[in-house]
């Protein structure tokens, strides 16, 4: 069975970098076919997709955080991680990485990890 | 504000029929498969629908989605009170070339 897991620092102070990581377990990272990404949910809010990324480094960005994010892989450990620069109090959500399948076209995220609580405060 | 468009809230009765929409546009329901999500409020969304209509293992079928043109609906029968969650529509945007959700809708099992 597949499983993610997040981790990473759950407090950042504006202005800094917010740095997670996914671990996969269960299953390849490599596999055809198969998008890993980010998607966050500020509390009491929607689901935003940050962005997705390949084995082979291939990304995708929201245009409205492209500025600010890098995801990156490293299929060695199994894990991709997301750094998103210049944090505000708008950036507290809950975090979730999932795996997507986009074969010839998009068909979801398929497993998600528990999320976790990032908050953006002095 | 979200690129696709649902009805914040919805209800119904235990053992009725609820249906959930879900509009968009060209570049992204009108041009990919749209996936459907539960949320139990403190829980990671699960997949309900893929590819506009399949269901993954283990999701009975009272869930049901579909698509036509621009729009998506998510059709869930027999309600029961464990249905009560959040259920959010998802799709690529080809022209963002990025994945696109809608707002979410809560949904009460009266």
Same mark, same amino acid.
């Given at each position: 069975q597949l499983q993610l897991q997040e981790s990473g620092p759950g407090l950042v102070k504006p202005s800094e970098t917010l740095s997670l990581t996914c671990s996969v377990s269960g299953g390849s990272i490599s596999s055809n076919n198969y998008y890993w990404g980010w998607i966050r949910q500020p509390p009491g809010k929607g689901l935003e997709f940050i962005g997705t990324?390949?084995?082979?480094?291939?990304?995708?960005?929201?245009?409205? %955080?492209?500025? +600010?994010?890098?995801?990156?892989?490293?299929?060695?450990?199994? &894990?991709?991680? @997301?750094? @998103? /620069? /210049?944090?505000? /109090?708008?950036?507290?959500?809950?975090?979730?990485?999932? +795996? &997507?399948?986009?074969?010839?076209?998009?068909?979801?995220?398929?497993?998600?990890?528990?999320?976790? %609580?990032?908050?953006?405060?002095? | 504000q979200s690129v696709l468009t649902q009805p914040p809230s919805v209800s119904a009765a235990p053992g009725q029929k609820v249906s959930i929409s879900c509009s968009g546009s060209g570049p992204n329901i009108g041009s990919n498969y749209v996936s459907w999500y539960q949320q139990v409020p403190g829980t990671a969304p699960k997949l309900l629908i893929f590819d506009n209509y399949k269901r993954p293992s283990g999701i009975p079928d009272r869930f049901s989605g579909s698509k036509s043109g621009t729009s998506a609906t998510l059709d869930i029968t027999g309600l029961q009170t464990g249905d009560e969650a959040d259920y959010y529509c998802g799709t690529w945007d080809y022209s963002l070339t990025a994945g696109v959700f809608g707002g979410g809708t809560k949904l009460t099992v009266l």
């Amino acid at each position: 069975q597949l499983q993610l897991q997040e981790s990473g620092p759950g407090l950042v102070k504006p202005s800094e970098t917010l740095s997670l990581t996914c671990s996969v377990s269960g299953g390849s990272i490599s596999s055809n076919n198969y998008y890993w990404g980010w998607i966050r949910q500020p509390p009491g809010k929607g689901l935003e997709f940050i962005g997705t990324i390949y084995s082979s480094g291939n990304t995708y960005y929201n245009p409205s %955080l492209k500025s +600010r994010v890098t995801i990156s892989v490293d299929t060695s450990k199994k &894990q991709f991680s @997301l750094s @998103l /620069a /210049a944090v505000t /109090a708008a950036d507290t959500a809950v975090y979730y990485c999932a +795996r &997507q399948h986009y074969g010839d076209y998009d068909s979801g995220f398929d497993y998600w990890g528990q999320g976790t %609580l990032v908050t953006v405060s002095s | 504000q979200s690129v696709l468009t649902q009805p914040p809230s919805v209800s119904a009765a235990p053992g009725q029929k609820v249906s959930i929409s879900c509009s968009g546009s060209g570049p992204n329901i009108g041009s990919n498969y749209v996936s459907w999500y539960q949320q139990v409020p403190g829980t990671a969304p699960k997949l309900l629908i893929f590819d506009n209509y399949k269901r993954p293992s283990g999701i009975p079928d009272r869930f049901s989605g579909s698509k036509s043109g621009t729009s998506a609906t998510l059709d869930i029968t027999g309600l029961q009170t464990g249905d009560e969650a959040d259920y959010y529509c998802g799709t690529w945007d080809y022209s963002l070339t990025a994945g696109v959700f809608g707002g979410g809708t809560k949904l009460t099992v009266l």
